[in-house]
């Protein structure tokens, strides 16, 4: 593509530099993309989301649920409620996954 946009304007025009704006802001995506994740880690769920970190006990979350447009959450003893970040699963499988590791001793 870069070389396209070289080739049909013969100099650094606009065409260039967005492509190559373009060409990064996809390589961040996938970046993010590529690091988001949920691990269950035996009395922890570790939450990777925009390459921030989230770790939270087991024993403070109460339920996970999922909605249509909202998608998934986990609700804890306080209140608040954490989305689960889109892994690339549908949500409802997420949750399955999540409550099943709930319920193991």
Not at 68 to 73: A, D, L, Q
């Amino acid at each position: 593509m870069l070389g396209i946009a070289l080739m049909c304007t013969g100099e650094w025009g606009w065409e260039f530099w967005g492509t190559v704006v373009f060409l990064v802001l996809c390589l961040i995506a996938l970046l993010v993309a590529g690091f988001t994740k949920i691990e269950n880690q035996g009395e922890f769920v570790i939450i990777v989301d925009n390459l921030r970190k989230t770790q939270i006990p087991k024993i403070s979350i109460v339920k996970v649920s999922y909605e249509k447009g909202v998608g998934s959450y986990l609700t804890l003893v306080n209140g608040v409620f954490v989305k689960l970040p889109v892994t690339g699963r549908n949500d409802q499988g997420v949750v399955n996954s999540v409550r099943s590791w709930l319920k193991q001793p």
